[in-house]
């Protein structure tokens, strides 16, 4: 078992992370208060709205907590400020890479555009940068609870600005079995050589989900875990973004020693490990590796590995990705 202490230290890649679920809750006062808008003086009650509970019944019982902290998310000033925290929090927590996702269209409702959205994130993301050790990009959600034409003209107005930031898409919220062939024509608009494709995919719907989402294009697969109950396997080029505090607490497990790593492991299934929602979960990555290195007893070629996964398929360069690896090599890993 390694310390974890030197699994902080290590140089981690994280590829599922949401914005909206990461904030501090200190840092949402902070937002509140710039805005001029009410929010409770009482942090511990701040975090109790913005943590889902343990036991929640399912994923729209886990993504009830956003609804308490979108409506301060509706400025420039707010998401360049949000941006750079959750970065600030990777880079505390041994992230060296880190690949923030939003949907725009959750923050328009006063009036923003999509292009503004995406400066202010990655204004956030940059200056972030500028102070700490660590490289961040841009997945830009559409959402699955709304039309594709809404989703398609969200895509088409990100990919003609052109944000050197923004290096993926992705269809987050509720998940419905064949969603992918609802959104045939937002996803065709995806350009696989500059921006790439993630799709939730498999975190409560059939596994037939993972499948169409890859035939759709996609490259990783944000959440995977009905995986766990079935024996199909991937291509070796796609990637599942794993989060397992999020799936326990969804109800799509129940415990860290249920997560299906070995099963993975042993079919040769390409994954790497995720926060999903730092806030919402009460998790870091650190912990999301701790927890899985103690319930499954890794061993560091297996905690390399997975490191290592979650670099090689992250939507960046080739020059980036290197640099990383050769981070990851030198890092050494202190036994308890």
């Known amino acids: 078992m390694f310390t974890y202490e030197s699994i902080q230290t290590f140089p981690k890649s994280e590829l599922h992370c949401h914005l909206d679920g990461s904030i501090r809750p200190e840092t949402l006062q902070q937002i509140a208060r710039v805005q001029h808008l009410p929010i409770e003086e009482d942090l511990a009650i701040v975090r109790e709205k913005m943590q889902a509970s343990k036991t929640c019944q399912n994923l729209e019982e886990y993504l009830v907590c956003f609804d308490y902290v979108l409506p301060y998310l509706q400025t420039k000033e707010a998401l360049r400020m949000a941006a750079f925290d959750v970065m600030e ?15 725009p269209s959750l923050s328009m409702e006063k009036g923003l555009s ?47 600005q052109g944000e050197e930031k923004v290096v993926g898409f992705d269809l987050a919220g509720p998940e419905a079995d064949g969603f992918a062939l609802d959104f045939k024509e937002p996803l065709q608009l995806i350009d696989h050589e500059n921006v790439q494709l993630t799709l939730h995919a498999g975190e409560c719907g059939c596994t037939k989900n993972i499948h169409q989402a890859i035939e759709s294009g996609a490259k990783r697969i944000g959440h995977g875990i009905s995986l766990a ?108």
């Open 229 to 336: 109950k079935d024996l199909d396997r991937l291509p070796a080029e796609v990637c599942i973004e794993g989060c397992p505090t999020s799936n326990i607490q969804t109800q799509a497990i129940e415990s860290y020693a249920q997560y299906p790593i070995r099963q993975w492991l042993e079919r040769e299934i390409v994954f790497c490990l995720n926060t999903d929602n730092r806030t919402v979960s009460n998790t870091t990555l650190t912990n999301e590796y701790y927890q899985i290195t103690k319930a499954h007893h890794l061993t560091e070629a297996e905690f390399r590995l997975i490191n290592r996964q979650g670099i090689i398929h992250a939507f960046t360069s080739e020059e980036i990705k290197a640099e990383i690896l050769q981070k990851m090599a030198r890092s050494t890993l202190e036994r308890i």
């Open 89 to 103: 929090q990777a880079a505390d927590d041994g992230v060296v890479y880190l690949e923030i996702r939003f949907a």
């Open 114 to 160: 999509v292009s503004e959205t995406l400066r202010a994130v990655a204004q956030g993301i940059k200056e972030a940068q500028e102070r700490y050790a660590i490289i961040g990009n841009i997945l830009v959600c559409g959402m699955r609870n709304t039309l594709s034409t809404q989703v398609n003209e969200i895509f088409t107005q990100v990919l003609a």
